[in-house]
């Protein structure tokens, strides 16, 4: 249960930055304080429908303790208590996933990076799959999906592909993607029918702007080069390819896919933002968290998360220990909404949990 010590400096806190709005703060402040009444609204909203339950269900106890009260009305309050007392912890318990501390990255575009590990062609391959059900998964939610490099198999897959997402609330689904994921099936050039089981590694960065992190001109080495395609062929003229390394972090971006080096340069810099951005939050969070993990995985790229097997239909987040058998729906895009759905319930019973232990 809320404690009404807490429900009080929610109220109160909201109060005072309403009337902050009305006094017409500077531009700074202006911001600053609609977005904390945007933040705050939903959860005065919950906060009042809770209250107002409260209150309907004590009004309806003295009904019941009404002696004078007829045999109908006594009927009708007690149904409506019986319905009360089931609302209201579901109530409450939504108000507990509103105070839970937000990652304040969760609103942000997405850097997805998509690799083939161990498996040679066939990695390569399933790396592709991954990326089609991203793809899918995207253009359901109403997100828009840019390649920003890629590096494609002899077969089809892609030994490297890179894209942003953007679109409403996409790192804050998309974040527990990020780990191994191990694929079992029989190839296609296999005679024998025999299972291989090969890897692709997934890495969803929230997309940084300027303002989220500073690069210093002085912290960067840039190298320049002629792009080239598969094979080793060259496939430009020019010295358009860069790789820019952050010296501080010893972070590498490697961009060749336009023809323009200003383009790639720009390309290659969004992507080190990202990149710079992310192993910061991680070091925070690795500070908070200390020992304990307060979320579902550590969203470290080595990390096996997840198993697709082929032969038998079904498909295994070792996270929270979950099987579908729904294998086809889900690498086809729709079936992720399941799965997706599932881990960020695990995590928010998770935070939970560490909050009323703490």
Avoid at 219 to 244: K, Y
Wanted: charged residues 30%.
């Amino acid at each position: 249960m809320i404690k009404q010590e807490k429900i009080h400096q929610l109220l109160s806190r909201f109060d005072a930055v309403e009337s902050e709005l009305s006094s017409g703060p500077d531009a700074d402040k202006l911001v600053a304080l609609s977005k904390e009444h945007a933040d705050l609204a939903p959860v005065v909203e919950m906060l009042n429908k809770i209250l107002n339950a409260r209150q309907e269900l004590l009004d309806l106890k003295e009904m019941a303790n009404d002696k004078d009260s007829d045999a109908e009305m006594l009927e009708m309050a007690r149904e409506e208590i019986g319905a009360l007392n089931e609302a209201l912890p579901k109530l409450e318990h939504e108000l507990q996933i509103q105070l839970l501390p937000k990652d304040m990255a969760d609103e942000k575009n997405a850097i997805l990076e998509v690799r083939a590990g161990t498996g040679g062609d066939e990695a390569a391959l399933f790396a592709g799959d991954l990326f089609r059900m991203y793809k899918r998964y995207s253009d359901l939610n109403g997100w828009k999906v840019q390649i920003i490099s890629s590096s494609a198999s002899e077969r089809g897959g892609f030994k490297e592909i890179i894209a942003t997402i953007n679109g409403k609330g996409v790192f804050a689904k998309l974040k527990y993607e990020s780990g191994v994921h191990r694929v079992q099936r029989v190839p296609s050039t296999e005679s024998g029918g025999r299972i291989h089981t090969s890897a692709a590694t997934v890495a969803v960065l929230p997309e940084a702007e300027e303002v989220d992190v500073k690069i210093e001109e002085k912290d960067l080495r840039i190298d320049v080069f002629r792009a080239s395609g598969p094979g080793g062929q060259s496939v430009n003229t020019t010295d358009s390819a860069v790789r820019i390394t952050h010296l501080p972090t010893g972070i590498v971006v490697s961009q060749q896919d336009e023809k323009s080096q200003h383009k790639n340069r720009a390309k290659g810099m969004m992507v080190l933002r990202s990149r710079i951005y992310e192993a910061e939050r991680q070091r925070l969070h690795d500070i908070r968290a200390g020992d304990r993990k307060d979320q579902v995985g550590s969203g470290d790229r080595s990390e096996r998360i997840r198993t697709y097997n082929f032969p038998q239909g079904r498909v295994s987040d070792h996270r929270i220990n979950l099987t579908l058998y729904k294998l086809d729906k889900l690498i086809a895009g729709d079936g992720l909404y399941e799965m997706v759905n599932a881990l960020i319930n695990d995590d928010q019973a998770r935070k939970l949990s560490a909050l009323q232990n703490d």
